[in-house]
């Protein structure tokens, strides 16, 4: 009779085993799936990143050329007017004039473009630091659900409930902060970002 009851009891155990093997199983997968559309999305997040800094870097370098060409124009302005006003023969004083009027213009003209691409390339620094942001919950997202996958696998290994019960934690942060990446929530750990950046 006692190897009747052992047999039923070590069949329960294995069904149980079983059955958290198939709990584990399927939790592993999901957790590999939305891993994986997130590691999608947050490359092209990447690639927007890539594209605002670009721009940015071009856009600054841009707002350089044109603050050179216009501390060019502000010299030559400058120099201009100082010849005017040592200007003995009323004869050049038209021609010294017209060039005074095309380097006033020219100095306006630089300032308002200056004053346009810096706006572009803060602009793009602003896009740089959105899209940052999801990624780093993206990046959040696929640590917290990496942990999850290796928690299953212990917890498959060792039977331990309470380890499925962390698993599952871990797979639910991941799952969090990658809808938040997905959807535009402002959920951000900033304190780890920060740590980790």
Known sequence: MADVSDTINEAL???SESRL???IALLVAITATFMAVCNVK?????????QAQANAVDHWSYYQAKGMKQNLAEATLD???LQRAMLTDPKFAPMLDAKIVTYQKQVKKYEKEKTDIRKQAEDDQKQYDALNFHDDQFDMSEACLSVAIALFGV???TKKRWLLA?????MFFGV???LAGFFGWT???DFLAKFLS
């Not at 947050?42 to 890539?50: E, L």
């Open 187 to 189: 959920i951000h750990p």
């Open 42 to 50: 947050d490359g092209n997040i990447v690639q927007g990143m890539q």
């Open 79 to 81: 120099e201009l007017q």
């Open 155 to 157: 917890t498959a290994l």
């Open 13 to 15: 155990e294995h069904a």
């Open 176 to 178: 969090l902060f990658g």
């Open 21 to 23: 093997n198939s709990i």
């Open 166 to 170: 962390v698993a599952s934690a871990f």
